[in-house]
């Protein structure tokens, strides 16, 4: 009686340690090696929003950003949009409102001002995902919009792997 009672509780000891490791979250991503080789903070935080969104989206399964593309990420600032000084072929200034590009396109409404870009920066990477449910990996550009240090928006499209080869 003492012998099935003590095997029966360590099974079930047993059963319960099995229990709690497959409950157990794996530790986040460490990005820590992209800053070690000097990787900027915005590109670091560019990839991990993207890893994230690879890992909750349905189309990919993974996502590779090699070394040197992200130390030779293209950081890019909108330019706003009053910072623009717009020049008539005659060599006056013309004023924003007055732009001849936006009153013949009528993309503006009357009265209505021109909004600046929520958007502070822009970061073109390129790197590889992997299709969900498939064994290929695909080459992929991936751009992230940033507004005051946070990542507001992510994209990946993806690319042909010869498209700015002139090699055909």
């Known amino acids: 009686m003492r012998f099935s009672t003590l095997a029966c509780a360590v099974l079930a000891l047993f059963w319960i340690s099995l229990r709690a490791q497959a409950q157990m ?11 070690r080789i000097r990787v900027p903070d915005v590109v670091v935080n560019c990839v991990a929003a993207l890893d994230e969104w ?7 399964d993974s996502l590779l950003v090699p070394d040197r593309r992200a130390l030779t990420a293209h950081i890019e600032t909108p330019v706003p949009e009053g ?7 005659s060599g006056a200034v013309v004023p924003d ?3 001849p590009d936006a009153a013949a396109s009528g993309a503006a409404a009357p009265g209505a001002a021109a909004q600046p870009s929520p958007i502070d920066t822009l970061i073109h990477l390129r790197g590889f995902a992997k ?7 695909v080459p992929v550009k991936a751009t992230c919009s940033i507004w005051h240090t946070q990542v507001v928006d992510v ?8 498209e700015g080869s002139a090699i055909q």
Request: aromatic residues 12%; charged residues 20%.
């Open 155 to 162: 994209a990946l499209t993806p690319r042909v792997a010869n």
């Open 97 to 99: 409102a007055a732009a």
């Open 25 to 35: 979250q794996a530790p986040p991503e460490s990005y820590e090696y992209l800053r």
């Open 83 to 89: 910072a623009i000084t717009r020049v008539s072929s």
């Open 131 to 137: 299709v969900r449910g498939k064994y290929a990996w």
């Open 54 to 60: 690879v890992h909750q989206g349905q189309r990919y």
